[in-house]
């Protein structure tokens, strides 16, 4: 327990920069994100943006020195965050990968002592499951996740998020969001007063919505449900009671669809699960916020291609077309992607292995772009370099996508019709591309059918294909089994 009203890490700031609509407290807005770094400087993230996520602190697939090629990454602490959050945003299975174990609020806090990230991730008791609890289940659910952050408050660190609780239950996450509000009492007030905190909200620097339990409970809904809408709804029903000036993240978007809905209801921040799990499945995103259309009444186009698929074998153009690489000036009317993929550099230099080694001469380039049929031959073959180079290309379309729907948001941000101007781009994105829900299906199967080409069973896996290709036919002697032949 902290014994001191100072923070043990530099509180963030967040500041509003725009809103379109001065009464709407839902409406798009852009800010900044400022956390104190040593020597008075800080890092600051504009907003709407995205936070990349990490694997036990890895970005998946991508080492080091591509993180550091990667801007919509990079690697200098100066100018980015750490976050922690005890479970996977995006995993909304009963039990993890790793087994099950238990972890108290006293084993959090001192994991979060240890590590000192910038934000931290309370704890919350969210039931998990394909149907909705019992109220019995909620009720409880709200009780501990409000003592569950109280305990983490205990350890005074400055930026505590707080999962929203409640999940389809618009009473329940209103009853959470109030509860956040009510004064402390007994001897919780005893031990957080002395920090300064008069209700768990003083002691909660924003706000986190995670989105992976609630489409977990959604797979029942009528088919004609807009699922999307209902969870943009659950979301201003958790933050209507709530001080607006704090930044609002979400978690578990599968979509830019779903993150221009959230943005137009004022959301800040967001995960790149969607990206990165499109780079594990083959698919290279292939889209833009205000992309221009070359025909108006043309078919909507996927936001991405499956290089799994045998169609892009031969086909030797860039993984993007709404984007160009750095070296194409025959597309100069597009933006450049700066990604690793798209915009190669190489060292004239060996690779160098230790400090002692010459210093490398500068990288050279940039040079053309890796083809689809390049990477889709990467993929047949199970080479890691596909994953690495997908990886860094998604993040840098979502980065490249963020900064345009900023771009927008501050030059529309004065206009009277502000809102509509919105409505209008979010109408011409969804009708321009599709949603991915059956390029992700149909890439996943590739990538399973890849993946289980090669590995342990891999001739058993093909005798049974086979066998399956061609029937056998029982002749008159039920002891034999002869094999069709083809003439």
Request: glycine share 4%; aromatic share 6%; with cysteine.
């Given at each position: 327990m902290a014994t001191s009203a100072q923070p043990a890490t530099p509180p963030l700031s967040f500041q509003v920069g725009g809103r379109l609509s001065a009464q709407n407290p839902f409406a798009a807005r852009t800010g900044t994100l400022s956390i104190p770094r040593q020597e008075s400087s800080s890092v600051e993230v504009a907003t709407p943006n995205?936070?990349?996520?990490?694997?036990?602190?890895?970005?998946?697939?991508?080492?080091?020195?591509?993180?550091?090629?990667?801007?919509?990454?990079?690697?200098?602490?100066?100018?980015?965050?750490?976050?922690v959050s005890l479970r996977n945003w995006n995993d909304a299975r009963d039990i993890t990968p790793n087994g099950k174990d238990t972890?108290?609020?006293?084993?959090?806090?001192?994991?979060?002592?240890?590590?000192?990230?910038?934000?931290?991730?309370?704890?919350?008791?969210?039931?998990?499951?394909?149907?909705?609890?019992?109220?019995?289940?909620?009720?409880?659910?709200?009780?501990?996740s409000l003592l569950w952050l109280g305990q983490i408050l205990r350890i005074n660190h400055a930026n505590v998020f707080v999962p929203m609780a409640g999940l389809l239950d618009d009473v329940a996450r209103d009853d959470f969001a109030t509860g956040l509000l009510e004064a402390l009492e007994g001897s919780e007030a005893r031990e957080l007063q002395p920090l300064g905190l008069h209700t768990l909200n003083d002691g909660v620097a924003g706000y986190s919505l995670d989105l992976a339990p609630l489409k977990r409970l959604q797979q029942n809904s009528p088919p004609e449900s807009d699922l999307t809408s209902q969870l943009v709804d659950l979301a201003q029903t958790s933050l209507r009671p709530l001080p607006e000036g704090k930044p609002r993240l979400v978690t578990g978007c599968d979509s830019p669809h779903d993150i221009l809905q959230f943005v137009r209801s004022g959301l800040d921040l967001f995960?790149?699960?969607?990206?990165?799990?499109?780079?594990?499945?083959?698919v290279a995103l292939d889209f833009r916020f205000r992309a221009p259309s070359s025909q108006p009444d043309a078919a909507p186009v996927d936001i991405g291609v499956n290089l799994y698929d045998v169609e892009h074998e031969m086909e030797f153009s860039r993984l993007a077309k709404s984007l160009r690489g750095a070296a194409e000036e025959d597309a100069a009317s597009l933006p450049v992607c700066p990604c690793i993929a798209c915009s190669p550099k190489f060292s004239p230099t060996p690779i160098l292995h230790s400090s002692i080694d010459e210093t490398?001469?500068?990288?050279?380039?940039?040079?053309?772009?890796f083809t689809r049929g390049y990477i889709h031959h990467l993929l047949h073959t199970h080479e890691m370099t596909a994953h690495v180079l997908l990886a860094a290309h998604n993040l840098s379309v979502l980065s490249k996508f963020f900064a345009d729907i900023r771009a927008f948001l501050a030059e529309v941000?004065?206009?009277?019709?502000?809102?509509?101007?919105?409505?209008?781009?979010?109408?011409?994105?969804?009708?321009?591309?599709?949603?991915?829900?059956?390029?992700?299906?149909?890439?996943?199967?590739?990538?399973?059918?890849?993946?289980?080409?090669r590995g342990k069973g891999r001739l058993a896996r093909e005798k049974a294909a086979k066998a399956t290709e061609n029937p056998v036919?029982?002749?008159?002697?039920?002891?034999?089994?002869?094999?069709?032949?083809v003439p």
């Open positions: 995205f936070l990349t996520l990490t694997s036990r602190g890895n970005v998946p697939h991508l080492s080091r020195d591509h993180v550091k090629k990667t801007d919509a990454i990079g690697f200098d602490p100066s100018r980015h965050i750490v976050s972890v108290t609020p006293a084993a959090y806090n001192s994991y979060i002592t240890s590590i000192r990230p910038d934000i931290v991730v309370a704890l919350s008791d969210i039931p998990f499951g394909s149907t909705p609890p019992s109220e019995k289940r909620l009720v409880k659910s709200l009780q501990r995960d790149s699960h969607f990206a990165q799990q499109a780079a594990d499945w083959g490398p001469a500068d990288e050279e380039g940039p040079a053309p772009p941000s004065s206009a009277p019709d502000a809102e509509e101007r919105l409505n209008e781009e979010i109408c011409m994105f969804e009708k321009q591309f599709k949603r991915p829900d059956e390029l992700m299906r149909k890439a996943k199967v590739n990538w399973e059918e890849v993946n289980l080409a036919e029982i002749t008159q002697h039920p002891e034999r089994v002869l094999p069709d032949v």
